[in-house]
T-cell receptor
């Protein structure tokens, strides 16, 4: 069990669908992250939010749209995805982006694009 | 650029000790982290080092030498459930964690 909760755990969608991934933490962390992980590869950073504001976008295609409604929630809106976007999407949080404290990960959403 | 190297695979026997090495060359250093990841699951934080030396947490210990760009994770009294991938990650600057490719450890009875 982790203190970062992600829903859904699995998602299958077509290339024309619109869906959202959700992430929630109640540890009072002010930095939240989205990562993408392909099989047998390490996680790759996509976005960083700090105090509900987007601070890093790692040149992610616009078909991925992050949103941070409040300090506990982080969403990733998906639209017109490609088959190569199939991966495990991980959310993480840390106390603050300006510290060297560890990031804690959720269990991830396994996304399959048909 | 950022470069983090780990062995791809290791094997060990239940009850034994295994050391997983990690070397890094990064543009900055704010900490080194070790994560465990079972297949299909999320990475779980194990240990981290900011200063040189050894950090011990139960059966797991992690060592850091910043001058050598080197760390290792030591796992003692190996159990079957320790079979997993072990990810070394460096924080060159704040918030942008860079992961190594991971070491897949198989523990045999």
């Amino acid at each position: 069990d982790t203190e970062v909760t992600q829903t859904p755990k699995h998602l299958v969608m077509g290339m024309t669908n619109k869906k959202s991934l959700k992430c929630e933490q109640h540890m009072g962390h002010r930095a939240m992250y989205w990562y993408k992980q392909k099989a047998k590869k390490p996680p790759e950073l996509m976005f960083v939010y700090s105090y509900e504001k987007l601070s890093i976008n790692e040149s992610v295609p616009s078909r991925f749209s992050p949103e941070c409604p409040n300090s506990s929630l982080l969403n990733l809106h998906l639209h017109a995805l490609q088959p190569e976007d199939s991966a495990l999407y991980l959310c993480a949080s840390s106390p603050d982006r300006s510290t060297n404290q560890p990031q804690h990960f959720g269990d991830g959403t396994r996304l399959s694009i048909l | 650029g950022q470069n983090i190297d780990q062995p791809t695979e290791m094997t060990a026997t239940e009850g034994a000790i295994v050391q997983i090495n990690c070397t890094y060359q990064t543009s900055g250093f704010n900490g080194l982290f070790w994560y465990q990841q079972h297949a299909g699951e999320a990475p779980t934080f194990l240990s981290y080092n900011v200063l040189d030396g050894l950090e011990e947490k139960g059966r797991f210990s992690s060592f850091l030498s910043r001058s050598k760009g080197y760390s290792y994770l030591l796992l003692k009294e190996l159990q079957m459930k320790d079979s997993a991938s072990y990810l070394c990650a460096v924080l060159p600057y704040t918030d942008k964690l860079i992961f190594g490719t991971g070491t897949r450890l198989q523990v045999f009875p």
